[in-house]
């Protein structure tokens, strides 16, 4: 897995999303309010300074401003293409904006983008389309979170068959990956029952699994075919050289869950590196 990675040598991907009902109007442009698929405000109080702020209710997406937010996603990738990068993802999973449209938790629409699996995942798929206009189908992945509930309650009455449309539909439109969180991220009960295999076998892009793998659980995944690649996100914190650790079978540090977000750098960014290893003297040059 990781020699794979070494291998093709390092790569610079942007994620592109957007908080959509997850803000707060002190957040946004003269205070306005922010919206999302309907009017269903967040669960948890909002993180934007320390204590929160409590969540507002947001309003309707109107159908006329989606031409609009497709531009932002155009522009968006424009501006990662002109900064250098080597690809983006689009980020449709966690609790964002795209994600508020997939699940019918949040999305309550009767219009072309509510309803039906199909129409609640039309806005993922205009996005989609949209930044691969800039940068072509091959370079340009999406993350999706079939049952990740986020942190914001987020959850659908059918997981299996609302992700095997959008699956079906990113797999027609041809991008390049596939970034799957598989299970839960936040909350300690236990997700209900999906079959990640079945969104693999419809995919025929590159597939990353995420979420709770080992070095161990990741090679694996890989060896029979499930996962082509495997990200590591939270042990990357707590392990800044993380890739070097798995090379040399180092212990991993654990995160500081209680420090991980809105508390500055303390248990965020300042966790220690391995140890170089001690140097064996070499011979003395002559002098």
Known sequence: MTDAVHAR???????????????????QPDGA???GPSATPPSPDIKIRPGGLPPVTPR????????ALLEDYRNAARRAMEAGFDAVEV??????LLDQF???????RTDAYGGSPANRARLLF??????CEVWGEDRVGVRISPVNRAGYGMHDSDPQSLFTCVVDGLHAIGIG???VVEGETTESAVPPEFDYDELRSRFRGIYIANNLYTFAKGNEA????????VAFGRPFVSNPDLVDRFKLGAPLSEMRRESYTGKGSLGYTDYPALEPPAMEPGPQSPG
């Open 177 to 179: 990956f596939l970034d």
């Open 60 to 67: 309707e997406l109107d159908v006329s401003e989606i031409p």
């Open 33 to 35: 309010m922010p919206f």
């Open 91 to 96: 980020h449709a999973g966690n609790g964002y």
């Open 102 to 108: 997939l699940r019918n938790c949040t999305n309550k």
């Open 9 to 27: 040598g390092t790569r610079m991907f942007l994620q592109l999303w957007h908080c959509g009902r997850n803000s707060h109007p002190s957040m």
């Open 222 to 229: 890989v060896r029979r075919g499930h996962a082509d690649l």
């Open 126 to 131: 205009q996005v989609t389309e949209a930044v």
